[in-house]
């Protein structure tokens, strides 16, 4: 914490280092860019809440409703394995693939006559790719999660559901995402 109040030298330590109160924090708020990087904080936060929770809620609910588990296993596995990857590989992923000449959208823009676009640079496309590697990477790992909720669910309910003539997607309204309703915020919570 010292160091953020002081001009910290590496070579003189934290305590050799001159003191300077809130200077630099006075700084850093007179910037225009500090006021755009709020914005730009906020605004991803929204888009990724948005976007990828909803994402990892939905393929939990239809990983639960399917019956193979052969595909089920599979579907949980190549949707969990980007979890592991660092943001490193995951850049260097999307950074190979939209490549300006060598990166296979690129290559498909090229082929459709359309004009190639320098993605990784473009303050257009940044967020979309911000939000669209974030869902990619996260996704199987919250959809474990609400996975897990659904187990806790008591399958009495879903049996009384069936008995009282509920169809498949009123049982996934009625029982499954009122069941999930401490999942979700908790969920939600640790997206926050």
Known sequence: IQIAFRDFKILDGITGSKWIGLDMFEKLFKTKAFLQAVRN???LN???ILFSFPTSLLLGI???????VYFKSAVQTITYLPHFLSWVIVYALFNNMLALNTGIVNRVLSLL???QIIFLTSVRHFRSILVVSDVWKNAGWNTIIILAGITAIDPTLYEAAVVDGA???Q???HVTLPGLRSTVVVLL???V
Do not use: A, H, Q, S
């Open 189 to 191: 919570i640790l997206r």
């Open 41 to 43: 904080t906020l605004l």
């Open 167 to 169: 169809n498949r997607l």
């Open 113 to 115: 006559g359309k004009e």
């Open 171 to 173: 049982r996934i309204r």
């Open 46 to 48: 929204i888009y990724l």
């Open 62 to 68: 239809m990983l639960n409703e399917v019956r193979n």
